[in-house]
């Protein structure tokens, strides 16, 4: 089978394609030594923290009866997002609970993240119409070192990475077929990705509005499909937004967290950013377990409080954007570096080694292949992120959701220039009689 014909699905890629096997396995293996060789012995050196931000401590109390709470007798927590929540919960209701750092977790993530190889693969196969480009692409992030070293921590990226990943292939797949099933199919992964880091919240319209700009969709069907995509997201979600309507009395987009990251948004300093907002949590989980409320009352009262001060969060934010504009573009200048892992002068010279060649083809290839391919959905995913980023508070790590594409693009871009460049030696090497020429397997 050539490198260029229309691509099968997974289970037959699978199959057919030995190379694709060797990069997944290659991903688990690199993970797995990472997780429980590497990581043991220098995480401590790097005060990297095997659990964060606390989803361990909620999937606990869950699993032991006392509700998404930070601490057993407390409001119901409004702060964390549910989705990674529950994949832990779940982890340790089918294997037991962690005793360590995360060794059910350490196993689970690099399994998830050769599922997401897979999709990169299956998304490249389809959208150029190459397995190469797939082949590449999976094995430049079965190599990347900004994912491998998350795939050791209690921490959402490599969940919400995987589930973005399989949302876009859906879409993909809807505006080149038009088929009901993908449209459902991306909006229940949507609302899961969403319920694991809410930054894709407002991804919706957009979305949306590429359905109905798909050229290979008829007209009619567009809108149709178009609205199927709307209904599947709203109801992935509708019954956590149920929930915080019920805890707090007013709708809670998913968390009540954005009001903060808006208002440090405007920071110009972001190396503090991530511990500035996790003291923020971490002092108000120490004041409400020194003042637990004693009725059912006072947790609803409490938590109609929190979500007022929220919403006073998200005003105040605006009115500083509005009220000096000069400062905002200052910040977000400084946040763009961040974002593609140029912001930390002592991991710099490391990043740019990865990120240049990275983003430098994939630069190439939006310009190359815009005529020929339709990457306008990658291109609304990137820049989405930016925008919501230019907003909020960047570390280097909230780029990560989007490299799976911006990978896929640098490859289309180089595997053209690497053509060229072993074009030469190819033709200078002797055919053996007898043998046919190579394909582009």
């Known amino acids: 089978m050539s490198g260029t014909e229309t ?20 991903a688990v293996a690199i993970r797995l030594v990472y997780s429980f060789a590497v990581f043991p012995a220098i995480g401590e050196r790097l005060h990297w923290k095997g659990v964060d931000d606390g989803y361990d401590e909620i999937a606990r109390h869950l699993i032991g009866g006392h509700g998404f709470v930070d601490r057993p007798g407390d409001i119901p927590n409004l702060v964390t997002p549910p989705g990674y929540v529950f994949f832990l919960a779940a982890l340790y209701r089918v294997f037991g609970e962690e005793v360590g750092e995360g060794v059910r977790v350490r196993i689970a993530q690099p399994l998830l993240d050769a599922g997401t190889c897979l999709l990169i693969y299956l998304i490249g196969s389809r959208l150029f119409r190459n397995r190469r ?3 590449v692409a999976s094995l430049v992030w079965a190599l990347y ?3 491998v070293v998350y795939n050791a921590r209690v921490a959402p990226e490599i969940l919400f990475i995987f589930l973005l990943t399989a949302m876009m292939y859906a879409f993909i797949r809807l505006r080149e077929e038009g088929r009901l099933r993908d449209a459902i199919a991306a909006g229940v992964l949507w609302g899961l990705a969403v319920l694991v880091k809410e930054k894709v919240l407002f991804l919706p319209p957009v979305l949306f509005l590429l359905v109905l700009a798909a050229r290979a969709i008829p007209r009619p069907r567009r809108a149709v499909l178009a609205l199927l995509l709307l209904a599947s997201m709203g109801l992935a979600t509708a019954p956590w937004a149920l929930r915080g309507y019920a805890v707090a009395g007013t709708f809670v987009p998913i968390t009540l967290r954005s009001g903060r990251a808006l208002n440090q948004g405007m920071n110009e300093d972001f190396s503090g950013a991530d511990e500035s907002m996790m003291r923020y949590f971490e002092e108000g989980r120490e004041r409400r377990w020194r003042e637990l409320p004693a009725t059912e009352e006072e947790r609803a009262a409490r938590a109609r409080k929190s979500a007022r001060e929220e919403n006073a969060l998200v ?7 509005a009220g000096d504009p000069v400062a905002f573009v200052k910040a977000f200048l400084v946040k763009l570096g961040a974002f593609w892992y ?28 815009w005529r020929r391919r339709d990457l306008s959905s990658f291109l609304a995913l990137t820049l989405y992120f ?6 909020t508070i960047v570390r280097m790590r909230y780029s990560l959701p989007i490299m799976p594409e911006t990978i896929l693009v640098a490859s289309s871009a180089a595997l053209p220039l690497f053509d060229r460049l072993a074009a030469p030696r190819a033709a200078a090497r002797p055919v053996q009689s007898g043998r046919p020429p190579a394909d582009s397997r």
């Open 145 to 147: 070192p900004q994912v």
């Open 386 to 391: 930016l925008i919501i980023h230019a907003l």
């Open 133 to 135: 480009v797939g082949r």
């Open 7 to 26: 691509p099968d699905g997974w289970l037959c890629a699978l199959r057919r394609d030995r190379f694709l096997r060797r990069i997944l396995v290659l």
């Open 315 to 321: 005003g105040k934010a605006f009115d500083r954007i």
């Open 342 to 369: 140029f912001g930390q002068p002592k991991v710099v010279a490391g990043n740019l080694v990865v990120q240049l060649p990275i983003l430098s083809f994939a630069v190439v290839g939006y310009v190359r292949g």
